[in-house]
């Protein structure tokens, strides 16, 4: 499909995104028959027209729950049958409930459409990508640890310890001063915004991402389908839990005797990474690397 046409077909979707779009039409709008349209987007997007449309549909979508819309109004401003189908297809494709993004979202921008210029750029991207997950989801690691060797360059941290877990999780604590939140719950949910809350990000986008390298612990957050926070600090364990960049509840603290510091608890998006492993090896390499120059740091990695 040659690239002008996929960009126009790309700018009615978003242009009738409140319309039932039917794959008819937008067969006809490429001057293509139904089958070969069908078969020529998915050659150049990776994914059906169908799940394209419904993907910018519910980026769209959260745009007008942050406004403040109503779950209801919402999936009937983007044409679904139901508030249960809209309900249904929002969770399955950012692993949260519409009300839990209205309600702890802070703000969300839809990402750009992209048109390939060859519908082989994006098989290479594909495999690009394929080949590289475990080095970008190894790199989500690598930001969390950025932050815990920063506080040991600084002389606030002495010790890190970081275990693989059972689930495909990985859990990193360090000894540090701690993320500093100091129970106004205004001021920490502004600090934690700021430093950790993330968006959804779908697999369409995740493919047109570029270089992994320093990411950002929001990006971190938004390819997590889970993240736990506790921050250990002035006696108190602060704790906020997010799915896939989105915090689940209000801050809750309570009163622990506890070793300053901060411990993170993720587990990588499987819709994006599947069943991608961790790799000891390549997080012993990076840790030696990074801590040559920090010998009064002990790190424990198991």
Aim: glycine share 6%.
């Amino acid at each position: 499909m040659e690239n002008t046409i996929l960009a126009d077909v790309l700018a009615y979707i978003d242009d009738h995104i409140h319309d039932k779009i039917s794959l008819g039409e937008l067969a006809e709008l490429a001057g293509y028959s139904p089958f070969y349209f069908s078969k020529m987007f998915s050659e150049a997007m990776g994914m059906p027209v169908t799940g394209y449309v419904r993907i910018r549909k519910l980026q769209h979508a959260i745009v007008d729950l942050l406004e403040g819309k109503k779950v209801l109004d919402v999936s009937l401003l983007y044409a679904f049958d139901s508030h249960e189908g809209f309900t249904r297809a929002f969770t399955k494709l950012f692993g949260v409930a519409p009300r839990t993004v209205r309600k702890h979202l802070p703000a969300y921008q839809v990402p750009d459409r992209v048109a390939f210029y060859k519908s082989e750029r994006r098989k290479e991207m594909d495999i690009s990508k394929k080949d590289n997950l475990q080095d970008n989801m190894q790199q989500l690691v690598y930001e969390v640890l950025s932050e815990a060797l920063l506080e040991a360059s600084e002389g606030y941290c002495t010790e890190i310890d970081i275990k693989l877990l059972q689930d495909g999780s990985i859990r990193i604590l360090d000894n540090g001063r701690g993320i500093p939140l100091t129970q106004n719950r205004y001021a920490d949910k502004d600090v934690l915004d700021k430093i950790l809350t993330g968006r959804p990000i779908s697999n369409l986008e995740y493919s047109q991402m570029g270089d992994f390298v320093q990411l950002g612990l929001q990006t971190v957050n938004s390819l997590c389908e889970s993240l736990q926070l506790r921050v250990y600090r002035d006696g108190t364990c602060f704790k906020q839990d997010y799915v896939r960049g989105i915090p689940q509840h209000e801050i809750s603290s309570e009163v622990m005797k506890h070793a300053s510091g901060t411990e993170i608890t993720l587990k990588p998006d499987r819709a994006i990474f599947g069943d991608t492993m961790f790799s000891v090896e390549m997080l012993r390499e990076w840790i030696d690397h990074k801590t040559i120059n920090l010998p009064q740091l002990k790190v424990q990695l198991g």
